[in-house]
């Protein structure tokens, strides 16, 4: 029987052209470097993992170094903004298995500062998080419901490890979920953005001002994440 031909994806998807050149005046302005750099001794660190790209999940270059930022960062507290369907906790909490993760996803929460253009939020409330409890890390994960610019971060200040901001894409809104990240981190923690390329301008630039606040963020070679690793 002749196998089924892949899914194509439509080229507007694979190129698009008018989100990357307004990116163009920010993605270079956040510099590249490599895992080893920013984590000496990441390249003895070895994992096993499991992944679907399926449901606005991570790419699986992504997922791989989430993972190991994860087994090499050893956090005992994660925070996540942008549960979805919670392929990202899942990764997360496998590689920490000490660890304590809070999640947040906007539930019936209307979007404070606006909806990502092409990308509403996750309708099926049910469904959110279905991966990391079906993976059997319910009882380390607490599920939050909210819109993560009116969340209320108190009880989470100074606590955080690791943290990983992958909810709205637009500036506003990256901006607004790193301040409130910032203050909910220990010294010493990761914070890791997804989609800081040219298909979201709204991460880079948020991610310049952040730098611009003298916060050493960079994008990291080979995949669309970004990452800060505070003093
Ligand atoms: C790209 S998906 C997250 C993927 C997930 N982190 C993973 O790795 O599988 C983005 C999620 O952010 C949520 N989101 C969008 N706007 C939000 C907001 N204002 N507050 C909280 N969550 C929001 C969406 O509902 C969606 O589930």
Known sequence: MAASSPTVVPWYSQ????????????????PLTSLEQLFPGID??????????RDRALWHGEAYVLSLVTAYAKPARILEIGTASGQGTALMA???????????DLG?????????????????LSSIGAAYRDAGFGDRVTQHFGDS????YTPLHGQIDLAF???????EYVKEDTANVLRCMRPGGVIVWDDCDYRSPGVSRALVEVRGQGHQVHRIVGVRLAMLRLP
């Open 15 to 30: 190129f698009p052209a008018r989100a990357a050149l307004s990116a163009l005046r920010f993605v270079p302005r956040v």
């Open 165 to 171: 901001i992958d909810g709205a894409h637009t500036y």
């Open 44 to 53: 003895e660190v070895e994992i096993n993992l499991r992944h679907s790209g």
């Open 149 to 152: 610019a009116r969340f209320d």
């Open 94 to 104: 496998a590689q920490a298995p000490e660890a304590t993760v809070d999640t947040l």
């Open 108 to 124: 019936n929460d209307a979007p404070s500062l606006g909806e990502q253009r092409g990308q509403p939020p996750w309708q099926d």
